[in-house]
């Protein structure tokens, strides 16, 4: 699919391991770059059930993995409620959580993901439910937007960013990515942009996590992928920034000690030069792996 380059893909093959017989589950299959290369490892009999929220990158996935039919099954659906989307097909030998928007997403100008394509402040990954980015910041108070700017973005200018949003809207209604992006902008002194991103990344981050809820349940998502798990089997997670990367973390932590787990990752894997010059979105991945920790063991 053009346009479309899995992260960190090597890396997830090495450490799950997919194996002819297996039974794999796609959390977050996205466009289906790392199930195409799964269903690839698993020749000729392994299986992979990929649960996305993206109605629209579903129907994609659905075309690019056609050739492996009767092999992969798609499901339209959270992975907040895996247990009741995936629970009867387990137990699965690897579990792959893919978090963050996907290149569709931030490619389609009408989706309203990015700053750099002016288009609707949609920002919703499943655009069949819930209210836009355009709504959110219409509606909440000051207070509420620097709180949510500060939370989600680790933004530090999220009071003046707040404060210009609330003064702008009350001239005219704020509806496009590119308002937004100016209204950042013009917010934080030129001589203080952030180095190496655009002013408004932290602001657009943080909208787009709060409207999409993405780290609502994460860490209970991520234990209850670990119950899904056939002994040894892995689960691994490729976070973008970082609040996934330390949620990851944490739950990975939490449940080696518990002696549900065994982290395999004790410092996140991250892509090489080469990667990153061939997909500039892969510098930002971390890539955490754990194993579920047998009786015997």
Known sequence: MVGHI???????????????????????????????????????????????????ALDRTRERLA???????LRHGRFEVLEVLAGADGPFDGILFDLGASSLQLDTPERGFAFTWEGPLDMRMDRQQGGTAADLIMALTEQELADLIYRWGEERWSRRIARAIVGARQREAIRTTGDLAEIVARTIPRRLWPRHIHPATRTFQALRIAVNEELTGLGTSLERAVDLLAPAGRAAVISFQSLEDRMVKQTWRGLEAAGRV??????????????????????SAKLRVAERVTESS
């Open 6 to 56: 899995p992260v960190l893909c090597s890396e997830v093959l090495a450490l799950l391991r997919p194996r002819p017989g297996g039974r794999y589950l796609d959390a977050t299959v996205g466009l289906g770059g790392h199930a195409e290369a799964i269903l690839q490892a698993s020749h000729p009999d392994g299986t992979l059930l990929g649960i996305d929220c993206d109605a629209e």
């Open 262 to 283: 065994r982290v395999l990752t004790k410092r996140p894997l991250t892509a090489g030069a080469d990667e990153v010059g061939e997909n500039p979105r892969a510098r």
């Open 67 to 73: 050739p492996f039919r009767p092999r992969v099954e």
